[in-house]
């Protein structure tokens, strides 16, 4: 039987475009070369495509780019290729572009399709569906920042309200955590301990996306769960995140060796159990397409279980809870990647 062409793309224009790269390393080296005829695309920070030379297989070396040949027809490039496994988070790779591009080119790709990829990249958006599923969240409000530069409170009516501090701290109180909609890996999340620090949290958090979440601050433990298929999806164990630090940063995630994960979970069978079907619930909602991580806040002073957010394309470093979770379940990284990629020609 003939190898299947794998074009693996990483990089990416998005503040994300390092763990991209790290992600991609991970799955290069993972993909069964017996089965895979695979060729790396990588994106600068520019947007510029390159396919990568084939003796470079660690892609977080600032060298990475090195031999490489700029890719003139990035149309026809993809063309040559059975199959694309963009291993892309955030924007430009995760929120649905990418995958339209893929989409014209008529190419099967590994993830979730145009619509699953924008509407759960954009944090207030899947608020909106997963209110609309009946699935519990923290308590929020939506700021934007205007063209013009004003900041602005959106209300469920989508109306503008100029003057917020005192509603935010009505219904939210402080401290709060301010989040871009459109960013993952925790970039850009900060916390607000005051209506005094609240504009200056807000304008740093602009720098990354002009719609920010403002969320009620949690005293929680944070649990994820992984979700793998198409029509009749698969959901992993529930794992447990214990950052080292105040809460789970970039820099607790990819850089602290302190920050700890474990599977299972350290919590009750039936919250388990109740993570799993609202992550499946989640993964429907927004019809996705092959795999998401689905991200979840128990509040230890409740016992309120609510769902943080869905990620369609989570990190595949060698320490990322997605396959770890699969890697718990059974199934090797690279029977992980196999199942991803024949998922990709389902469609």
């Known amino acids: 039987m003939s190898k299947k062409k794998v074009l693996v793309v990483i990089g990416g224009q998005s503040t ?32 510029q495509w390159y396919l990568l030379n084939d003796e470079i297989r660690d892609f977080t070396d600032e060298h990475w780019l090195d031999g490489a040949k700029a890719v003139h027809d990035v149309y026809g490039l993809l063309k040559q290729h059975d199959v694309i496994f963009p291993v892309l988070h955030g924007l430009y790779g995760e929120d649905g572009t990418v995958q339209g591009l893929f989409e014209l080119a008529k190419v099967p790709y590994v993830g979730c399709r145009v619509l699953a990829s924008s509407v759960a990249m954009d944090k207030i958006y899947t608020k909106m569906i ?135 979970a350290l919590v009750d069978e039936k919250i388990q159990k109740q993570i799993q079907a609202y ?27 609510y769902l943080n957010e869905i990620n369609t394309m989570p990190g595949f470093t060698s320490i990322s809870m997605y396959p770890q979770l699969w890697m718990h379940a059974g199934y090797s990284y690279s029977a992980l990647l196999d199942m991803l990629i024949e998922l990709a020609f389902d469609r």
């Open 130 to 264: 997963f209110e609309r599923a009946g699935i519990p969240q923290v308590p929020s409000l939506y700021i934007k920042k205007r063209y013009d530069g004003k900041i602005v409170l959106i209300t469920k009516t989508f109306e503008e309200v100029e003057d917020f501090g005192d509603i935010v701290e009505k219904e939210l109180g402080f401290p709060c955590f301010i989040k871009p909609s459109n960013s993952g890996s925790s970039v850009g999340v900060c916390k607000a301990n005051s209506q005094e620090d609240l504009m200056e949290k807000l304008t740093f958090a602009t720098q990354y996306d002009r719609k920010v979440v403002v969320e009620k601050n949690i005293n929680c433990i944070e649990l994820e769960t992984a979700v793998l298929g198409n029509d009749d999806p698969k959901v992993s164990a529930v794992g447990q995140i214990m950052p080292h630090g105040e809460f789970y940063t970039f820099e607790s995630k990819y850089e602290d060796a302190e920050s700890k994960t474990c599977i299972p």
């Open 279 to 305: 992550a499946l619930r989640a993964f429907k909602s927004i019809d996705g397409h092959g795999l998401s991580r689905v991200d979840f806040f128990l509040d230890k002073d409740t016992g309120n279980l």
């Open 16 to 47: 994300e475009h390092t763990v991209s790269r790290m992600s991609g390393t991970s799955v290069c080296r993972e993909l069964d070369k017996d089965h895979y005829e695979m060729q790396v695309a990588g994106i600068d920070l520019n947007g």
